[in-house]
């Protein structure tokens, strides 16, 4: 069950007098139509679930860009890339990094990536959808569905990606307005365009997408690099598209 949830800045004294810094300095967190081609940060949220938890047992989270005119109620969820760990011991080593903990994570981040760019010469088909970035926190294709632990040194291992994702996937739907959504389509790179591809299906299927939802589609680039380069950034890779028929009410 959701525990609850925290949003980056925006509330409270100190989070008005840092928005009013933005301002002055120029920097807005949300795009509108009209400078769309601007760099954007978005606001991260930290859910507090019993169940999810990053590699070394901290908070999942994920970036959220509002989408707006035909694209408000259309969504695209990005998995971030990063390769993977195959035993315990490059568990260990990983959740010691930002590809296994959301310990250094930042209250905003730049969505510098094409499919999640809000330039309509970039990125014109998605440009001002619903964006969510998810963090790679979990290290096995956000696979993992157990609640045992494995003990490594000073950590405990937690392998419990799948229950970040319905943990998203819950919060998206309860608070940020993806159950009046119509479109959604599953986009990644590296390791999150394998994890994209490969569950497309299983979402279709699970009850979580909203009913709203009629059309639900995947985007990969990059897919399956292991080492997790810097290869999906700025303009290097541009997405391919496959149309894979879902299982769809």
Not at 83 to 88: E, L, P, Q, S, V
Not at 106 to 116: C, G, K
Not at 203 to 214: D, F, K, Q, T, V
């Amino acid at each position: 069950m959701l525990q609850g949830r925290w949003k980056a800045p925006r509330r409270g004294p100190l989070n008005l007098l840092f928005g009013c810094l933005l301002l002055c300095m120029g920097i807005r967190l949300q795009p509108t139509h009209a400078e769309g081609h601007e760099t954007v940060f978005v606001p991260g949220i930290w859910l507090d679930d019993e169940r999810a938890k990053c590699l070394d047992g901290s908070k999942p989270v994920y970036y959220h860009r509002p989408g707006w005119g035909d694209g408000a109620r259309k969504w695209i969820l990005f998995y971030e890339g990063g390769g993977w760990c195959a035993d315990k011991h490059e568990c260990y080593d990983r959740a010691k990094t930002h590809l296994g903990s959301s310990h250094t994570y930042e209250d905003t981040m730049a969505l510098e990536w094409d499919m999640v760019s809000s330039d309509p010469e970039t990125n014109p088909g998605l440009h001002n959808w619903n964006v969510v970035f998810v963090k790679y926190c979990d290290g096995n294709f956000w696979s993992g569905a157990t609640m045992d632990t494995e003990e490594m040194h000073d950590l405990r291992l937690h392998f419990r990606g799948k229950f970040i994702q319905e943990a998203i996937m819950r919060d998206l739907t309860d608070f940020m307005g993806l159950d009046k959504g119509e479109e959604l389509v599953f986009a990644g790179c590296s390791a999150g365009a394998m994890i994209a591809y490969l569950q497309v299906d299983y979402w279709a299927a699970s009850g979580l997408i909203p009913p709203s939802i009629r059309k639900v589609r995947v985007m990969a680039s990059a897919v399956g690099r292991r080492s997790g380069g810097g290869t999906c950034r700025g303009r290097l890779v541009f997405p391919t598209l496959w149309r894979k028929k879902s299982l769809l009410r």
